[in-house]
């Protein structure tokens, strides 16, 4: 059903919601968009940032591991 709006679909659409919500409210809206991607991001960089920092942990914890103790582990 949705496969053939094309583009005068999707721009009668844009104006139809460009009238009914006014573009102070749609420009506010879109602000709030960008803050919750860039939060998103910034969350996704820090995530991978402590799963580095843990494995060059665990790489170090193992290094101080002696080959007796290695047979242990």
């Known amino acids: 059903m949705l496969n053939n709006i094309g583009l005068p679909g999707i721009l009668l659409i844009a104006v139809v919601v460009l009238v009914l919500f006014g573009r102070g409210k749609i420009s506010s809206l879109m602000g709030e968009v960008g803050k919750g991607i860039t939060s998103f991001k910034k969350g996704i960089n820090d995530g991978t940032k402590e799963l580095e920092e843990e494995s060059k942990d ?11 103790d290695k047979d242990k582990v």
């Open 58 to 68: 665990a790489e170090a914890s193992m290094q101080d591991v002696t080959p007796a």
